[in-house]
Nanobody, 123 residues
C-alpha cells in the first residue's frame, strides 16, 4: 500500500532553518506530483508548496515564497522542504501529499497523505 512518511520536524528559534523529508513507498514515485501542506491549531490545512514529476516546475504559497524550497530525489523516492527564515506563524503540522494529475494547490486534488510532522517556532 502507499505510504508517505514525513520526518525532520522539531523546535527551532525564529530565523532558523529546518529541512523536512517525505519518503514514499508503494507507488511509482516519479509519476506523482508531490505537495506540502500545513495545519496550525484551529485552522484549516493549507497549501505550502508543490513540485512536478521531474522537479522542473514548482509552486509556492505567497506566505513562504522566497523562504521555503521544495525539491525531490526520484532515485530515493523522497521529497524535501527546505525551510529558512522561520517565523512563529510557520508553526504547524506539516504534511506531504501525492497526486497524479497536476501542480495543485487544493488539498482535494491529492490522493495520498502522510501522517505529518510537527514544526514549532516559538514567539
Amino acid at each position: 500500500q502507499v505510504q508517505l512518511v514525513e520526518s525532520g520536524g522539531g523546535l527551532v528559534q525564529a530565523g532558523g532553518s529546518l529541512r523536512l523529508s517525505c519518503a514514499a513507498s508503494g507507488l511509482t514515485f516519479s509519476t506523482y506530483v508531490m505537495g506540502w501542506f500545513r495545519q496550525a491549531p484551529g485552522k484549516e490545512r493549507e497549501f505550502v508548496a508543490t513540485i512536478n514529476w521531474t522537479g522542473g516546475r514548482t509552486s509556492y504559497a505567497d506566505s513562504v515564497k522566497g523562504r521555503f524550497t521544495i525539491s525531490r530525489d526520484n532515485a530515493k523516492n523522497t521529497v524535501y522542504l527546505q525551510m529558512n527564515s522561520l517565523k512563529p506563524g510557520d508553526t504547524a503540522v506539516y504534511y506531504c501529499a501525492a497526486n497524479r494529475r497536476n501542480l495543485a494547490t487544493m488539498r482535494e486534488a491529492y490522493d495520498y497523505w502522510g501522517q505529518g510532522t510537527q514544526v514549532t517556532v516559538p514567539s
